[in-house]
């Protein structure tokens, strides 16, 4: 018979003390194979080193031009990108898989040029949008390491609103990194249970995770755990390793957002905002546009072809043809309809 001891995270670290994240409230058996990992992370409560910032800002009491009293509120902390890195390092979280997946912004026209039948030349458009599905392991307390999926999307023109031209320049260079950045982050929150605003109070306790891991004193599973250290990952997994399969490409419009954006967005690119060379303040601006002109090809012979011709032979023949090749289409039609 296997014996089991009691846990209890909740009374051992009360809650008035404590910030309890994921399961740790609960009450667990724990089997002697198994043994607790239990993780104090303390988190800085000054915003200037980064783990921690300012959400709301309070205010004192006051009486507005109504007559009405409004109390006095806190400032309400929230837990910024530093800080959930240490709480997810504390919790065993490893980071699964990282997918670029279509934004919202993309479905819509993606859905409107299916109906209408037309050819899409995908990024012909200046749409700049970027979305990232972000899928990380979950030690749990039961024993069960779970799967917790997080997307964010960035949609641009909500969020350069009152940017610099320099600020925005940078962001725009490091977007992709942000918004995966983004998406991790609400996966750790998800996965934590982690609330959205703290006050300074609260943020000055201790946070506490806990899950289980083998218990290495326990002869049979050091015995197994010095086996599986020399196995090769065939005779671990089989022929096949193990893998994430995608199930969904789009952005799920019930997505809830990871934090807001009253966090320094400079906290994501490690680096101060930089004037873009050239002078025109949009990064990379004038390469862009000369790579784009290679995305516009005749179907026929693969020669790049201008954006207006590529756009008037979709048009006229269905499929993007340069002035040679549509001469060619166009007079086998002739001769088609002279027969």
């Not at 010095?226 to 022929?239: A, D, H, P, T, V």
Request: with cysteine; proline share 5%.
């Amino acid at each position: 018979m296997k014996s089991v001891n009691e846990l209890s995270i909740s009374k051992q670290y009360p809650a008035t003390q404590y910030n309890l994240l994921g399961n740790t409230d609960v009450m667990v058996e724990v089997p002697d194979i198994k043994a607790p990992v239990v993780q104090v992370v303390r988190l800085d409560p000054d915003p200037r080193k980064k783990d921690v910032y300012i959400q709301q800002k309070g205010h004192k009491a006051y009486i507005d031009d109504e007559g009405r009293s409004h109390p006095e509120t806190p400032d309400m902390y929230a837990i910024a990108k530093n800080g959930l890195k240490k709480l997810a390092d504390g919790a065993g979280i490893k980071m699964v898989s990282s997918e670029h997946v279509i934004p919202t912004t993309c479905q819509k026209c993606v859905a409107a040029n299916r109906y209408s039948g037309k050819v899409v030349q995908c990024g012909s458009c200046r749409n700049k949008d970027v979305a990232f599905r972000i899928t990380i392991s979950v030690p749990q307390l039961t024993g069960e390491v779970l799967m917790v999926e997080d997307t964010h999307e960035v949609i641009i023109d909500n969020v350069v609103i009152g940017m610099s031209t320099k600020q925005k320049a940078e962001f725009m260079k490091h977007l992709p990194q942000i918004c995966e950045a983004k998406a991790l982050n609400g996966a750790i929150r998800t996965a934590l249970h982690i609330k959205n605003t703290y006050t300074l109070d609260e943020i000055r306790k201790p946070f506490v995770v806990a899950y289980l891991v083998p218990n290495l004193n326990h002869d049979d599973v050091k015995r197994a755990a010095i086996e599986n250290m020399f196995r090769s990952s065939q005779k671990l997994f089989g022929s096949v390793a193990p893998s994430i399969q995608q199930v969904e490409t789009r952005v799920p419009f019930g997505s809830a957002a990871e934090a807001s954006y009253g966090e320094d967005l400079s906290d994501y690119i490690d680096g101060t905002y930089t004037e873009a060379s050239g002078g025109s303040g949009v990064v990379g601006q004038s390469q862009e546009q000369e790579d784009r002109v290679s995305d516009f090809r005749c179907d026929k012979c693969n020669e790049v072809i201008p954006r207006n011709v590529w756009d008037y032979s979709v048009d006229h023949y269905d499929r993007p043809l340069c002035y040679k090749c549509q001469k060619i289409v166009r007079n086998g039609q002739r001769g088609g309809m002279r027969k």
